[in-house]
């Protein structure tokens, strides 16, 4: 079951059409993908190694002495874009190497592929715990979601344009 703490009560509340989208359970490329009527479109701005923040393996439920282990994620930066040409969502991907074993390597070599088609291929809603904040650059979510016993860390921005888009 996913937990809800909204972070950032004093931005409350997200803007009621936002709603839906923060809380969606399932896969996020589905919604937008039927709102644009068109396949989504990834285009990716960073890919590759970086380490854990200290907030990211809280947010990924680590404890104790795991907190001061350097450890190393693979980091995948995208914005996607639904059917005009200003991206609707700012997205970026943590995946802990630990999580990068077996069938999971794929999610290294996706490319313009969207990371929704591979984690809810099986399923229509995984395991998760959300928040929801006010960033610079819109209403974000960040999920951690346990993939088969594998742990990714997802925060998506909602940008102006998505909110503007009439499909
Ligand atoms: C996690 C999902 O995948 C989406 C696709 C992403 C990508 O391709 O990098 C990143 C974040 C998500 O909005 C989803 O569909 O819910």
Redesign the pocket.
């Known amino acids: 079951m996913s937990s809800y703490p909204y972070d950032c009560l004093n931005n409350w509340p997200p803007p009621i059409e936002l709603l839906p989208w923060l809380n969606?359970k399932?896969?996020?490329?589905?919604?937008?993908e039927e709102k644009a009527g068109q396949p989504?479109r990834?285009e990716?701005s960073f890919e590759g190694y970086r380490l854990l923040t200290l907030h990211q393996k809280r947010q990924l439920g680590l404890h104790n002495s795991a907190l001061n282990r350097s450890m190393l994620a693979w980091v995948?930066?995208?914005r996607?874009y639904g059917n005009d040409d200003k991206p609707w969502?700012q997205?970026?991907?943590v995946f802990p190497l630990a999580s990068l074993k077996g069938g999971a390597r794929r999610l290294q070599q996706?490319k313009?592929?969207?990371?929704?088609?591979?984690?809810?291929k099986r399923s229509r809603t995984l395991p998760n715990k959300r928040s929801v904040c006010l960033t610079d650059d819109g209403w974000q979510r960040q999920?951690c979601?346990d993939w088969y016993r594998r742990k990714?860390l997802?925060?998506?921005t909602f940008l102006s344009a998505f909110l503007s888009s009439d499909a």
């Open positions: 969606a399932g896969s996020l490329t589905a919604m937008l989504l990834v990716r995948r930066e995208v996607l969502v997205a970026q991907s996706l313009g592929i969207p990371i929704g088609y591979v984690l809810f999920t979601y990714l997802i925060s998506e």
